[in-house]
């Protein structure tokens, strides 16, 4: 009977369980600009030297992310297959680095097989442990292999510089000014500290951003379709975040890890990206097609 009941409980949408969330203070603010700080060079210095040094960064976070993501599953009770889970993540991320050599549908095609096959061995919710495994590694693997796919393009660099500069500046003054002027909450079951006032804020930077880029780059748009490229950024970014919130949310826990002081896990700084450099990622597509 408890057996059943629980099976129940986790085949249906849980309520969220309540996050204690601590008030900010100059050290939690000074400590993530620190870590910002650390991490920002590195990131950039992958990204201006080429590719395959891009690539590796990529493969780094995209791990990180996937470690990540299964942990938190198993965390909510979940029993994802985390290694085939990893090994079908990282083989998306190599398809949008070697398309010609690994074509993402041979990826994808072998992905369903080899997880299915797996779960035909495993009794506790085979389905369902099969679908936390296969939706947390085309996620990760497809978003993030578009951060490469992006970067191989014409003019990729700008257009990647483009994706963290709109995503960055537009969680920075999201942040900050939500927390100068921040008031009215946006979605307080997901992200309690999330206000109109911060957000719009944001959508502003953002931009601003997408403006400033296209007119000091040589990327294939008008600066202003550029800003407006900044504001859809800006908006994606929220939706990307409230996603990573919503699975946090779903599992009780505050941050996706703890690698980063005062930011949390790689999931916590990948959300907003994971939705930005895909919708870019189309941009470009669009602006090499049509001419800018």
């Known amino acids: 009977m408890a057996e059943s009941l629980t099976r129940t409980r986790l085949t249906h949408e849980r309520p969220f369980p309540p996050i204690r969330h601590l008030p900010q203070d100059k050290t939690d603010v000074k400590q993530r600009l620190l870590v910002a700080l650390l991490i920002l060079p590195p990131v950039l210095l992958g990204l201006w030297s080429g590719a395959h040094w891009w690539a590796l960064v990529i493969y780094l976070v995209a791990t990180l992310g996937g470690l990540e993501y299964f942990a938190l599953m198993a965390q909510g009770g979940y029993q994802p297959y985390r290694m085939m889970g990893m090994a079908w993540l990282l ?151 409230l996603t990573i919130s919503m699975l946090k949310r779903q599992v009780g826990a505050k941050d996706s890890g703890k690698i980063m002081p005062g930011h949390g896990g790689m999931l916590d700084r990948l959300d907003s990206l994971l939705f930005v450099i895909p919708f870019i990622h189309q941009v470009a597509l669009l602006a090499a097609r049509y001419g800018g």
């Open 91 to 241: 083989l998306l991320i190599t398809s949008a680095w070697q398309p010609d050599i690994l074509p993402l549908s041979l990826v994808i095609t072998l992905g369903f097989i080899a997880t299915f096959t797996l779960a035909l061995f495993r009794i506790d919710r085979p389905i369902l442990n099969w679908a936390i495994t296969g939706i947390g590694a085309i996620y990760i693997g497809t978003m993030l292999g578009q951060a490469i796919a992006l970067r191989l393009l014409p003019n990729g660099l700008e257009w990647v510089f483009l994706s963290l500069a709109v995503t960055m500046l537009n969680d920075t003054f999201a942040y900050f000014v939500g927390i100068a002027i921040g008031k009215h909450k946006i979605w307080p079951r997901l992200s309690p500290k999330k206000s109109w006032e911060g957000t719009i804020g944001g959508w502003i930077a953002a931009g601003i951003t997408g403006y400033v880029v296209v007119s000091l780059t040589a990327l294939p748009l008008s600066p202003w379709i550029g800003a407006l490229v900044g504001v859809v950024g800006g908006v994606l970014a929220l939706l990307g975040d």
